[in-house]
Structures are given as C-alpha cells and as structure tokens.
C-alpha cells in the first residue's frame, strides 16, 4: 500500500505562490498515475492536476497557466507548483496515487488571503 505525506501547504497573499510536494513510501515510478485534488469548505473534492506514468499532464480549467504538477523519480516526491495564486484557490489540498490500490495524503492546508 503507497503512503504519501503531504507539506508545503500555508498562508500567502493573492498573486504569491507556494510549493506543495508529496512523499511517496515506494518509488513512484511504480505508480501509474497521481494527482493533486483539493476542497474547499462546503464543497466537493475535484481534481486540480494530473500526471499520468508516461509523463502526461491534466490541469482543470481554473488553474491552467498557473499551476504546474511534476515529479522527482528519485525523491519519490510528487509537486505542485501553484503561481498566482486566488482566494478561491484557497482548500485542503491532497495527493492521489493509484498503484495496485488507491491512496490518499492526508491533506494540506492552502489559504490565500485577499
């Protein structure tokens, strides 16, 4: 079972930018896919970014241009790099992986202040 953890997460003023990463407990180049959600309070989970094994990307509309997902093979670390940075940009953000099993971070928190 894949085990990720999460940091990067914070406080920052609209337009700064923060740096998430995700930890994996195996090498994520045995992972086939892996993505960073987010949810916001009162609101349902949804994908943000996503990175297939072939090096693949998805963004969803409301963050393309701004945010860039990429991997480490060999940090096993997965980031998301989020520029621009909005106050509805503000949620818990949290890792995804599909290895054998689906697995989930325990989350982060992203607070973008006007």
């Known amino acids: 079972q894949v085990q990720l953890v999460e940091s990067g997460g914070g406080l920052v003023q609209a337009g700064g930018s923060l740096r998430l990463s995700c930890a994996a407990s195996v090498s994520i180049s045995s992972i086939n896919f892996m993505a960073w959600y987010r949810q916001a309070p009162g609101k349902q989970r949804e994908v943000v970014a996503a990175?297939?094994?072939?090096?693949?990307?998805n963004y969803a509309d409301s963050v393309k241009g701004r945010f860039t997902i990429s991997r480490d093979n060999a940090k096993n670390t997965l980031y998301l790099q989020m520029n621009s940075l909005k106050p509805e940009d503000t949620a818990v953000y949290y890792c995804?992986?599909?290895?054998?099993?689906?697995?989930w971070g325990q989350g982060t928190q992203v607070t973008v202040s006007s």
């Open positions: 995804y992986a599909i290895r054998n099993y689906a697995a």
């Open positions: 990175l297939a094994s072939g090096g693949s990307t």
